[in-house]
């Protein structure tokens, strides 16, 4: 490589807005050098609701990241983590003949059958994020991944939509346009968090990654592809109220005693630690037991986990998740929460933390800056199959999608 590249990832979560600076450097080697962090001020589940607030959000994360990797993020590729309510997927199918079968199937052919594949009525307040191709079909032979140079007279690909609404992904620009920052695209945060915590021979294998922040994204991956997202409105939250209205302490310290004491199962405590309770006054009010803390967090962290467990069940891949469950996000730090998982799943559940990229420059910057991480190697990969802004999704996919099956 000539010139090493600048990534930045940028993850607008429920509860957080985190930020990576990585570089790229001459040997190929991805490098973080800077990292930062802010409240979601002016988000409400990812999307903007107040356009000040959330510039002000955004560009504390990103200067904290500024400072410590001395960069500047407008000398950065850009990319951006979404996820919400307001992002859906819908299947979608291409079909083309090819023109020149005796010279093979070529990159036009597929730019053709992309074409296809994604030229579907949407309502007007609807637009394509992503395009995933799941398998192209050669006169009838299924599962080819890169079709490019073989023979057929007929080529087909079968999809997979990713569709959000016009004005939450319009006001994500809006906020950049403030800072003076343009995405390269907008990333479906389950494709950079399986960057960031899934090898690709487990979502080869079938995969589930869930991922418990504020709100809940459960995604499956099969055949090395996203085969089926969706996001529950549980996660964290519900904890951290569950606790804030059990113990009459404020909000904030909820979260504080859940992420320092939190524990998934009462039967996994052995030795149960006493813990102090301040009043919204900040006085000390009360000394409870660990236990007490874990029989507010079980029975909710139990119902959360049952809808995730339906609604894999509902995708008909929950057998053939070879791979079995990874669970991160800021609620699978909670002790225990891997057991109980796996009592509710019936499957193997392990929990996700990024990939080292350097030990030396990654120490502590684990469950927070996961899907930010996600996010600058969904950039180093060069597959990005997103929409970038104020451009036709054709003109990215077709380009990336021979680099997507190499």
Known sequence: MAKSKKLLGLDIGTTKIACVIAEIDNSGKLN??????????GFRNGVVINLERAVDSAAQAIGQAEK??????????IYVGIAGEYI???PSIG???VKNPAKGISEKDISEVIRQAQTIRLPNDEQIIHLIPNQYIVDGQKGIRNPIGMFGFRL???ALLIIGTVSAIENIHRVLD?????AESLVLQPQAVSLAVAEPEDKDLGIAIVDI???????IFKDGVLRYYKTLPLGGENLTKDISIGLRTPYKKAEEIKRVYGTAMISSIEHDEPIIIEDISGRVNKQISQRLLASIIEPRLEEILQHVDNAIRETGYAESLSGGVILTGGTSLLKGIDLLAEQIFRLPVKIGKPQTIDDTQTEGIMTDFTTAIGLVRYGLNGNSLSLPHEENVLTEVVSKVKELFI
């Open 32 to 41: 973080i050098l800077g990292h930062g962090i802010s409240m979601p001020e």
């Open 88 to 90: 859906k997927h819908l």
């Open 68 to 77: 410590l990797a001395n960069l500047r993020a407008k000398n950065c590729e």
């Open 178 to 182: 403030h800072l003076e920052l343009k």
């Open 213 to 219: 922040g504020g709100m809940t994204n459960v995604s």
């Open 156 to 158: 087909e690909v079968e």
């Open 95 to 97: 079909t083309v003949p």
